[in-house]
Structure formats: structure tokens, C-alpha cells
């Protein structure tokens, strides 16, 4: 990366993590990948129950990998074909003691926005495990709420929508046409502006471009 780029990242970091701590979230910046995953690993006790879901920043630090690895219960349906299985495994994370997540933005007075098709993300950041770990990378964070919701509707959700290939506008343009079909992965859009209780939710910024 750019020196530039990386400077550009850390003071913002510096910026968003007093930002979010206003609003109650813990939050801890952490120059790369590396520094990251060990900052995962620090703040989940051995023998915790772990879940995740919309994540592929906390993948691509390789958190995971680390925890189905290590000495946790790991609740993975990453590998599991099976929808029945699958939804099982969702609703088994609401009883979990950890939740590892990402944002699909971020804006830069501590606001986190995310857009769900199922509902079980955001049904779990609103209501689920009593810790919720969001692995961002630096690339998700924009000057306004404004900008984030806009990032996440119009960046975040058509490229998602590339994983899937339903039959939405978007997967053939690229272009979000706020559509109503059955198949929308965007029915839920939740905007957490603060954290309650305390500490719940917390956050590991990470100084690289991670996710979508
Ligand atoms: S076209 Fe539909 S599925 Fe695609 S990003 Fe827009 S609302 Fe979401």
C-alpha cells in the first residue's frame, strides 16, 4: 500500500475510533491484517462460543481460520450446503457468545449501516450475542451518514449480489434499480447510531481495503 494511502487511513482511524467511543461502541484501530486478527483473538476468551455471518473483512484477516483452529465453539455454516442446516445454524448463533461481523459502511462520526436480505445479521448486531466484533477495513468509511447509506446501497449490495446471482436488476448492470422482487438480498437496512449497552459492540478498524 501507498504510504500516502496508509497515513490517510491511520489518522482517520485515529478519528473514527474517538467517534465511535462517543457513541459508546468500543472501537480499536489496527494498522493491518496482522495486527488485526491478534485483536480478534484478544478480546474472545478460549472456550467462547462463536458464530459469524457477512464477514468477509474478519475472513480476509483471517479470523475464522483462526478460531475453528483454536480452542473455541465455532458455529460455521460457511461449509454447509444444506438450507434446513444452514438456518439452524443462523438461529444457533442468537445463543452464541460472540458474533463476528463486518459493515457494509461505516461513516466517519462513528455510524455503522448494514443491508440484509434474510435478516439474520442485522436481527443478531440489533438483538443477538451479548458481544458483537465488526472487522472493518478503512475502505468502508465515508464523511457522512448520508454517504454510507448511499455506499451501502449502491456499492456494497450490488457486488454482494454478484456472490449470489438472483435474478435481481442489479446482477446483470451492476447498478442498483431499488427493486422490490422477491429475491432482494436489500429488505433490511439498519443504521446503528449507538451502543447500547455499552461496549457491546465493538470494532476492529483495520488500515487496509478489506470487503466490499
Ligand atoms: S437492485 Fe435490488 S438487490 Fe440489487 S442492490 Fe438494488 S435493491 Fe439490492
Known amino acids: 500500500m ?3 494511502t496508509r497515513a490517510y487511513f491511520d489518522k482517520r482511524g485515529e478519528v473514527l475510533v474517538k467517534n465511535l467511543r462517543r457513541r459508546h461502541f468500543d472501537a480499536y484501530y489496527c494498522a493491518d491484517r496482522a495486527a488485526a486478527l491478534s485483536k480478534v483473538l484478544e478480546l474472545i476468551p478460549e472456550g467462547s462460543t462463536v458464530g459469524w455471518g457477512g464477514a468477509t473483512s474478519a475472513s480476509q484477516v483471517g479470523v475464522q481460520a483462526a478460531l ?26 442468537f445463543d452464541a457468545d460472540y458474533f463476528i461481523t463486518g459493515a457494509n459502511a461505516l461513516s466517519l462520526d462513528g455510524q455503522m449501516v448494514n443491508i440484509d436480505g434474510v435478516g439474520n445479521r442485522v436481527g443478531l448486531i440489533v438483538y443477538g450475542p451479548k458481544h458483537i466484533i465488526v472487522v472493518a477495513g478503512m475502505n468502508k468509511v465515508c464523511p457522512t451518514l448520508e454517504d454510507a447509506v448511499k455506499r451501502a446501497r449502491t456499492v456494497a449490495a450490488p457486488i454482494n449480489q454478484q456472490r449470489f446471482g438472483l435474478p435481481n436488476p442489479c446482477t446483470g448492470t451492476g447498478v442498483c434499480a431499488d427493486c422490490l422482487t422477491e429475491t432482494s438480498i436489500c429488505n433490511q437496512i439498519l443504521i446503528t447510531r449507538n451502543c447500547k449497552p455499552a461496549g457491546r459492540i465493538k470494532f476492529v478498524l483495520v488500515g487496509e481495503e478489506l470487503g466490499f
Open 2 to 4: 501507498e504510504n500516502a
Open 68 to 93: 475453528n483452529a483454536g480452542n473455541y465453539q465455532t458455529i460455521d455454516r460457511d461449509p454447509v450446503s444444506d438450507p434446513a442446516e444452514r438456518t439452524k445454524l443462523m438461529r444457533a448463533c
